[in-house]
């Protein structure tokens, strides 16, 4: 098995660019996916394949990844983006654990 | 509406049994793979199990022998029996739709719901 790093909290000001990263020994060698959780509600998949974006995702969400990090960046933060995020890596040659998630990161807009 | 809707969360003692529920609508249902991915209080998400369309059943090794996913694609619902509950079994259980594109199905999740909590406690 293997194990993805967020960190706990990130925090940014309107309009700025947020950036919430996912380390991992792994990330060079699958896919990321990304996940938006905003309180009492259910996640919504934000980006597959690391920089896909599902329809209806606003631009300013975007992915990339470089080496064993992968990265989710969001330009002009909104306070609506206030919300927990988590990124997910797939093993798919594993049958014991095909899904690994990320700790998640609060992102708080001040 | 397209939605998946979770059901039979509770309060339950450790070595007691609880049967979670998913109704799942808008969408072909045996088409999907569907999993259920659970939180603890103030966690990150953790997968727990999938079931392909056809049945074929994948368990994490911390759930393997006492939780068991079934889908009853006639009722477009899915099941998880939790037996021998532990305390480190209290998480909200969100069931989630995987995605498939082009014929290929993978391993992540296009559609949440909004989860059913379960904690076991003495």
């Known amino acids: 098995s293997y194990e993805l790093t967020q960190p706990p909290s990130v925090s940014v000001s309107p309009g700025q660019t947020a950036r919430i990263t996912c380390s991992g020994d792994?990330?060079?060698?699958?896919?990321s996916y990304w996940y938006q959780q905003k309180p009492g509600q259910a996640p919504v998949l934000l980006m597959y394949?690391?920089?896909e974006r599902p329809s209806g995702i606003p631009e300013r969400f975007s992915g990339s990844s470089s080496g064993t990090t992968v990265t989710l960046t969001i330009s002009g933060v909104q306070a609506e983006d206030e919300a927990d995020y988590h990124c997910q890596l797939v093993d798919s040659d594993s049958t014991y654990l095909p899904v690994v998630f990320g700790g998640g990161t609060k992102l708080t807009v001040l | 509406e397209v939605q998946l809707v979770e059901s039979g969360g509770g309060f339950i003692q450790p070595g007691g049994s609880l049967r979670l529920s998913c109704a799942a609508s808008?969408?072909?249902?045996?088409?999907?793979?569907m999993t259920w991915v659970r939180q603890a209080p103030g966690k990150g998400l953790e997968w727990v199990s999938t079931i392909s369309g056809s049945g074929t059943t994948y368990y994490a090794t911390s759930v393997e022998g006492r939780f068991t996913i079934s889908r009853d694609n006639s009722k477009n619902m899915l099941f998880l029996q939790m037996r021998t509950l532990r305390v480190e079994d209290t998480a909200l259980y969100f069931c989630?739709?995987?995605?498939?594109?082009?014929?290929?199905?993978?391993?992540?999740?296009?559609?949440w719901g909004r989860g059913t909590l379960v904690t076991v406690s003495s």
């Open positions: 792994a990330v060079p060698k699958k896919y």
């Open positions: 394949k690391d920089s």
């Open positions: 989630a739709k995987g995605h498939c594109s082009g014929g290929n199905c993978y391993w992540f999740f296009d559609l």
């Open positions: 808008g969408f072909t249902f045996t088409t999907y793979a």
